[in-house]
T-cell receptor, first 113, second 112 residues
Framework: EAGVAQSPRYKIIEKRQSVAFWCNPISGHATLYWYQQILGQGPKLLIQ????????DSQLPKDRFSAERLKGVDSTLKIQPAKLEDSAVYLCASSSGGFTEAFFGQGTRLTVV | GNSVTQMEGPVTLSEEAFLTINCTYTATGYPSLFWYVQYPGEGLQLLLK?????DKGSNKGFEATYRKETTSFHLEKGSVQVSDSAVYFCALGDNYGQNFVFGPGTRLSVLP
């Protein structure tokens, strides 16, 4: 079974630039999450999708972050414009729901300079 | 809202020592509880889980028991190895919305 795929693995941008991350979840998983993990901290949920609908985006900084999950499969997370404090690893995860765990991709390490 | 608290790290142990990493949670309803591990340079991997009170999750010599009365899910291993050096995250899954909430992580270093 293929895991959660994310790209790119690494990205360096200047502040005020824009950036996009892509995630392809495990086939058949209806739930998709985006997390932000700042160095030395636990992952913080940014947004959760159920199929192509948003379940929770309460911690997403909507003035600069946006995410979509068209057709209920893969997803993109965008930051525009980026700030220095956005430097982090962005993790995508998927789940089949119920009592099951979330499966994580390798993450995208973003550095904003 | 839901939250997870873990013991502060880093934890440094000698090989074959006993390990306990404390985890307590706050949640509405009856969540599922998880321990994830992040080895150096790798992504988050599920280590073990428990879906209801008194369940014991186990994997690779690690164990944790879902204690509803103390809202805890402490991770234990009887004899750690150098290869267990990693960051360990306690997590909570809300079975209504599957909102996975993570603790801050505990870094474990095992010395030979």
């Amino acid at each position: 079974e293929a895991g959660v795929a994310q790209s790119p693995r690494y990205k360096i941008i200047e502040k005020r630039q824009s950036v996009a991350f892509w995630c392809n979840p495990i086939s058949g998983h209806a739930t998709l999450y985006w997390y932000q993990q700042i160095l030395g901290q636990g992952p913080k949920l940014l947004i959760q999708f159920q199929n192509n609908g948003v379940v929770d985006d309460s911690q997403l900084p909507k003035d600069r972050f946006s995410a979509e999950r068209l057709k209920g499969v893969d997803s993109t997370l965008k930051i525009q414009p980026a700030k220095l404090e956005d430097s982090a690893v962005y993790l995508c995860a998927s789940s089949s729901g119920g009592f099951t765990e979330a499966f994580f991709g390798q993450g995208t390490r973003l550095t904003v300079v | 809202g839901n939250s997870v608290t873990q013991m502060e790290g880093p934890v440094t142990l000698s090989e074959e020592a006993f390990l306990t990493i404390n985890c307590t949670y706050t949640a509405t309803g009856y969540p599922s509880l998880f321990w994830y591990v992040q080895y150096p340079g790798e992504g988050l991997q599920l280590l073990l889980k428990a879906t209801k009170a008194d369940d014991k999750g186990s994997n690779k010599g690690f164990e944790a028991t879902y204690r509803k009365e103390t809202t805890s899910f402490h991770l234990e291993k009887g004899s750690v190895q150098v290869s267990d050096s990693a960051v360990y995250f306690c997590a909570l899954g809300d079975n209504y919305g599957q909102n996975f909430v993570f603790g801050p992580g505990t870094r474990l270093s095992v010395l030979p």
